[in-house]
């Protein structure tokens, strides 16, 4: 059909030879790539991006590996190659996949009933696997990329809630504030709301009342010489940054809320 792509498990596939050839790479290394990449994808085994197939060298009639692979795993792997002629070789790819596509869905169009019903029972057997696999192989293309997804999210979650505490008590609260807006503002919650929760969940665990404590410490500092103004700077966060056990309670409820908020996004 055309000079880049093959037709494979009823899907167009590209070779890694051929891949290896237009952007200009060692065939072994692009071998490298793919095995690198599936070495990551969850299931591989039941991922058909890549196929693992043999060729014979023309020169010395040996049989060496290569892979063949179809959409998703030629855009995996070439989204690490880079530069104005990769590009355009990516750009040639991407074309000659929706040219193939395009002639296999018209084919499939054309192929009537009468047609089919005229075939023979293994040329129709042959076609009915060939569009099971393509249709088993888009949902499980589908469910990679989901999983794909969440794992990223989920990694991205927990580095930004497993960062370790500080001991300063002024980087402390600049920090757990920064996450908790920043977990606000990507879940669209109401941050007045959500340290209003917080507050609450951290008395009942520690066995304290924010609200008793902080005005406790006004009236010290008021008495130590501070104004009005300063005094009323005081915030509950401020209170908890004084104390050690306090920090460590809170820290683990911005934690869980953080994780109960991801979960349910998963859902």
């Known amino acids: 059909m055309n000079e880049l792509l093959t037709i494979s498990n ?5 070779s890694s030879r051929d891949i290896a050839e237009h952007f200009g790479k060692e065939h072994k290394n692009v ?10 994808l969850p299931n591989f085994e039941h991922t058909p991006m890549f196929f693992k197939t043999t060729y014979i060298h023309p020169q010395n009639g040996q049989e060496y590996p290569m892979y063949l692979m179809n959409r998703d795993g030629f855009t995996l792997l070439a989204m690490g190659f880079t530069g104005k002629e990769a590009l355009a070789w990516k750009m040639k790819y991407i074309n000659a996949f929706n040219a193939m596509e395009q002639e296999l869905r018209s ?4 192929l009537t009933e009468a047609d089919f019903s005229a075939l023979s029972y293994e040329a129709r057997a042959i076609i009915k696997m060939e569009l099971q696999q393509k249709q088993q192989a888009k949902q499980i293309a589908e469910l990679t990329t989901q999983q794909q997804e969440t794992r990223t999210m989920v990694n991205q979650t927990l580095s930004a809630i ?3 505490s500080t001991s300063d008590a002024e980087e402390w609260k600049e920090d ?4 908790i807006r920043q977990m606000c503002e990507e879940y669209g919650l109401n941050y007045h709301t959500t340290i209003g929760e917080m507050y609450a969940e951290l008395e009942k ?5 924010l609200s008793v404590r902080q ?16 005094c009323r ?3 509950k966060l401020h209170v908890i940054s004084q104390e050690k056990k306090l920090r460590w309670f809170y820290e683990g409820i911005v934690r869980a809320y953080r994780a109960q908020l991801v979960a349910s996004r998963m859902r």
């Not at 071998?31 to 990551?40: A, F, M």
């Not at 084919?107 to 054309?110: E, G, R």
């Not at 757990?176 to 996450?179: E, Q």
């Not at 665990?205 to 009342?209: A, F, I, K, Q, S």
């Open 162 to 164: 497993t960062r370790p």
């Open 205 to 209: 665990l520690g066995g304290v009342n």
């Open 107 to 110: 084919q499939q169009q054309s």
């Open 233 to 235: 700077r005081i915030s």
């Open 176 to 179: 757990i504030n920064h996450t």
């Open 31 to 40: 071998l490298r790539d793919i095995e690198n990449l599936i070495g990551g």
């Open 215 to 230: 005005k406790n410490l006004q009236a010290r500092i008021r008495r130590g010489g501070a104004t009005v103004a300063e």
């Open 10 to 14: 009823g899907q167009p596939t590209a």
